[in-house]
């Protein structure tokens, strides 16, 4: 995401917050539960703050979980005609959706991302996402973390073959863990060019990550809750393994078309995985309507 769809989230959430001024009136503060329970109007904020994914996982154990913002033709990203890169969708990024997004990266011990995302923040064509609570109007967030017990910011976990990672880009998680995860054939001098930067590899037994092998290490480490930002190819890590406990899907109702795209998912994940609706709200602000899903996902 860039500066420019930073501020347009930024300024829905402003608008949001204040109820008012919104292009499409004033914003109404609460979303409508469908499901489990229908007719239940619920206040936006701290509508995922109280699950408590930190607390979720059995001791020994990790809960691992994604989220992402679609629009309703299943489009997560576009590619830029001009760099090939890939964003976000400027159509469907909304400020409603992003503090939810806060809420879940407030109660993860440790945030699990791409290279790619690092690369991009390289080239300052992505906005920090990593960090907690940056903004005043999500203050709260640090706070709740504090009283939690939990640390002032998640660890990050970085997935990456290549290991073409902009050393200069880690620098914006100072004082946070840096854990990356890559194949068997890594190559030395990149390993350690990112040791020297203060990351920690891991490098596994297969010719790239596994999900499994990656929630063994964490769980080693004594993480619980660990937050999935990343694309489709993580993704499909994951749930190939069947380690993905919930999905947050953010369905924006606008189809926006569109030639190159990312949908959830990518690749093989070795047959078809039931996915069961844990609740669903429907935000019926008018210049942000859409579907706000939780999944758990069928293990084993
Ligand atoms: N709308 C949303 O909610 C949302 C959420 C997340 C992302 N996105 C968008 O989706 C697009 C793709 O995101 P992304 O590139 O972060 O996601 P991705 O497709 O999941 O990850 C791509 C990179 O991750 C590494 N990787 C993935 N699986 C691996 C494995 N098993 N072993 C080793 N390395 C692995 C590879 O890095 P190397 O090339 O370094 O080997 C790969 O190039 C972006 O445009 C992003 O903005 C949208």
Redesign the pocket.
């Given at each position: 995401m860039n500066n420019l769809l930073y501020y347009y989230s930024l300024s829905f959430y402003v608008c949001f917050i204040l109820s008012s001024n919104c292009p499409d009136g004033p914003a109404i503060m609460t979303v409508l539960s469908l499901f489990p329970t229908g007719g239940e109007e619920r206040p936006l904020e701290g509508l995922y703050l109280g699950l408590n994914l930190h607390r979720q996982a059995e001791d020994g154990d990790l809960l691992i979980y994604s989220n992402?913002?679609?629009s309703l033709d299943g489009r997560?990203?576009l590619t830029l005609d001009h760099s090939g890169e890939?964003?976000?969708p400027e159509a469907i990024i909304n400020g409603r959706d992003w503090r939810l997004y806060q809420e879940l990266a407030a109660q993860s011990d440790v945030m699990i991302?791409?290279?790619?995302?690092f690369r991009q923040l390289a080239k300052g064509q992505a906005q920090d996402l990593l960090p907690v609570g940056q903004e005043p109007a999500y203050a709260d967030l640090n706070g709740w973390r504090e009283s939690e017990g939990l640390k002032a910011q998640p660890d990050v976990v970085i997935?990456?073959?290549?290991l073409?990672i902009p050393v200069g880009s880690l620098a914006v998680l100072k004082g946070r863990r840096i854990l990356i995860f890559?194949?068997k054939h890594a190559e030395a001098s990149k390993v350690d060019r990112l040791e020297a930067a203060g990351a920690e590899l891991f490098v596994m037994d297969g010719p790239?990550?596994s999900g499994a092998a990656l929630k063994a290490v964490l769980i080693a480490l004594g993480y619980r809750s660990a937050y999935m930002?990343?694309?489709?190819?993580?993704?499909r890590?994951l749930i190939a393994d069947r380690v993905l406990n919930l999905l947050f899907l953010t369905t924006r109702l606008r189809l926006i078309g569109g030639a190159g795209f990312?949908t959830i998912l990518?690749g093989d994940i070795g047959g078809a995985v039931e996915m069961h609706l844990r609740s669903l709200y429907l935000d019926r602000n008018a210049s942000n309507a859409q579907f706000f899903a939780q999944y758990a996902l069928q293990q084993g």
């Open positions: 992402y913002i679609s997560i990203s890939s964003q976000v991302t791409s290279a790619r995302y997935i990456s073959n290549s073409d890559t194949g790239e990550v930002i990343a694309g489709p190819l993580v993704h890590t990312d990518g």
